[in-house]
């Protein structure tokens, strides 16, 4: 199993560097106090927390997994004590609304946290990870009594959230789903049905756990129009916050996976649970968004852990095996062959593994910052970030987790033999990581959701939104060293909206164009995204070592130059193969009658 050192410089570089978290605070009154020296301390004691405590629990938790008994899921062995020490370092509360026993740091220092327990140990991250989109639910929409009696308890770490929405016969389509909600006389609700893919839905590690539901009020529309959220706890709580009753509702099994093995997914029975209305009746999709919207950029850091740790390994490794000589010449003459990083296709999985994990950190912590700004900023501001999460948001989940997919699958052919063996741990990373491109929605649910309503559903602002952004970085003053990159991601910037366009008028004639479209897209916008990253990535890095101040620095700053060139001259041409693949429209996919898919 790969050894996890947290990558905290990095972190330091994304968020005070290049993003400028520092100056960004400042700004916001509720955020002004949060200095760099504090940053850094939470980054420092969060890094010692996940190597020392999670890291070491990574590999035994995929052996043993969770085991189901009548009685409830018993997580693996050290889940239950790694999360008593999570909860007594305040680490639940750390981004959470002080009002209700957060401690009110920024949603970026949140995400921080996610990313270093994500790829310590993904599987137990998951566990406290489904309690922030509950926490973010209830504190958007919930009533002040849901607040006090759940929010404060989710907020402290002593009971953990869920998100219950997918059925056995419905996934993606929620229109469909069949649990119903009948109203009871002292204004709860009895909630009958089953949902399906409840991560963390049962447990030992907290003493109880609050579901956020949605199901079907008796009467209500069909479709999305007659969603209802609800709240509904495994153990029922009393009015002065005591625990009561267990709740008529149970874990019926867990399913067996392909990976995750040690995250408890969950079949949930509501045989007559007592839930309580979230929000308006009838408007529970758009309350659970909150929720969705949450937990896509989670499952994006997820691309990104995966990535991280895989590189980690395979470098290591890399560095290590020695197999034949330098095509170049012997580089260890005194051994019997050279270390396998000096070939020229192992530096090609590493760097891309670098590129995409270093890349797609600034992409997400920036859209972290957005939902700051959201949170503290003002009105004009916060539509600005809201705009600009709406765009980026799919983007994120889809193309970071495609990617990080990717990393760990170079992690292993990196290692070879090794890599298909159990016990080096890279296979894992690979059985982890696939999920991520499934679950908040797929890949093509995420693209259609950025060309059908980010992008042309707007009109094309969103869109035109986020490109000014990088017209008038690419305007500013940059090193001469990296004027190539510049003017790089301006032309980009220029051929997005004239692809977007074009898909806009060919849907218009034919709507089967955009879905035809939608995932090269996703992964053209990606690709140009991570571009416009990178290029500040390379601007402040080249900015940075020619500061005396940071001499100490030069061999970082130098890294993250290469590492630049190489996603420019090595990756980012891979969007002009989705182009391609766009432009061939969509008669190849559609032309061929159903009756053929089935002749061989």
């Known amino acids: 199993m790969p050894t996890y050192k947290a990558p905290t410089r990095d ?81 639940p509360s750390l981004a959470a609304d002080v009002e209700y026993g957060g401690q009110g740091m920024p949603n970026t220092l949140g995400l921080c946290m996610s990313e270093l327990t994500g790829t310590a140990n993904w599987a137990w991250s998951m566990y406290p990870g489904l309690s ?47 649990t119903k909600a009948v109203r009871n006389d002292d204004g709860s609700f009895s909630l009958h049905g ?68 040690a995250s408890a997914t969950c079949v949930m029975n509501f045989d007559g649970a007592k839930g309580y209305l979230i929000g308006p009746e009838n408007r529970g999709l758009n309350c659970m968004f909150t929720f969705m919207n949450a937990a896509r950029l989670g499952t994006a850091v997820q691309g990104l852990c995966h990535a991280e740790l895989a590189y980690q390994g395979a470098f290591n490794y890399a560095r290590e ?11 260890n003459p005194d051994g019997p062959a050279d270390p396998i990083l000096v070939h020229p296709d192992v530096r090609r999985m590493l760097l891309t593994q670098r590129a995409i994990a270093e890349g797609s950190r600034a992409f997400l912590f920036f859209l972290a910052l957005q939902g700051d700004i959201i949170r503290a900023g003002n009105e004009e501001q916060a539509k600005q970030a809201d705009n600009l999460m709406a765009l980026l948001t799919p983007i994120a989940k889809a193309f970071v987790t495609e990617l990080g997919f990717e990393a760990a699958n170079h992690g292993v052919q990196v290692l070879g033999g090794h890599g298909y063996i159990r016990e080096w741990g890279m ?60 003017s790089t991601v301006s032309a980009l910037k220029d051929e997005w909206l004239t692809l977007s366009l074009s898909i806009g008028e060919k849907a218009m004639q034919n709507a089967d164009e955009a879905g035809a479209a939608s995932v090269d897209y996703l992964m053209y916008s990606g690709y140009v995204v991570l571009a416009y990253f990178w290029a500040q990535l390379a601007s402040t890095a080249a900015r940075l070592l020619d500061d005396p101040a940071r001499a100490a620095d030069a061999d970082f700053m130098r890294a993250k130059l290469m590492t630049a060139e190489f996603y420019f001259k090595r990756m980012l041409p891979r969007a002009q193969g989705h182009k391609l693949a766009i432009e061939g429209g969509a008669e190849p996919l559609m032309q061929m009658p159903e009756a053929l898919f089935a002749v061989s």
């Open 11 to 91: 972190l330091q570089f994304v968020l005070h560097d290049v993003l400028g978290v520092d100056d960004v605070y400042t700004s916001l009154p509720e955020f002004e106090e949060v200095s760099p020296d504090l940053i850094d301390a939470i980054l420092e004691q969060g890094a010692k927390f996940c190597e020392d405590v999670l890291a070491p629990l990574n590999e035994s938790g995929d052996e043993e997994g969770c085991q189901w008994t009548p009685e409830g899921v018993k997580t693996p062995a050290g889940f239950a004590q790694a999360y008593a020490q999570y909860v007594e370092g305040g680490w």
């Open 132 to 178: 922030h989109g509950a926490i973010k639910t209830l504190e958007e929409h919930g009533s002040e009594e849901q607040k006090q009696r759940y929010l404060t308890r989710l907020i402290s770490g002593e009971w953990t959230g869920t998100m219950c929405l997918t059925e056995p016969h419905c996934g993606t389509d929620l229109g469909l789903l069949r």
């Open 194 to 261: 089953t949902k399906i893919f409840i991560s963390a839905g049962e447990h030992d590690m907290a003493e109880n756990i609050v579901h956020i539901v949605i199901a079907r009020i008796e009467g209500a529309p069909e479709g999305t129009k007659g969603i209802s959220l609800f709240v509904v706890p495994k153990v029922n709580v009393n009015e002065d916050g005591t625990l009561g009753d267990r709740n008529a509702l149970n874990c019926a099994s867990i399913e067996s996976k392909m990976g995750i093995k």
């Open 321 to 331: 095996r020695l197999a034949m000589r330098s095509l170049t010449g012997p580089k």
């Open 427 to 486: 296979e894992q990373i690979v059985r982890d990581a696939r999920i991520a491109l499934l679950y908040e929605g797929t890949t093509g649910v995420q693209a259609m959701d950025l060309i059908g309503r980010k992008v042309l559903g707007s009109g094309g602002k969103l869109l035109m939104d986020f490109t000014a952004i990088m017209d008038e970085f690419c305007q500013g003053e940059h090193p001469e060293q990296v004027a190539g990159y510049i």
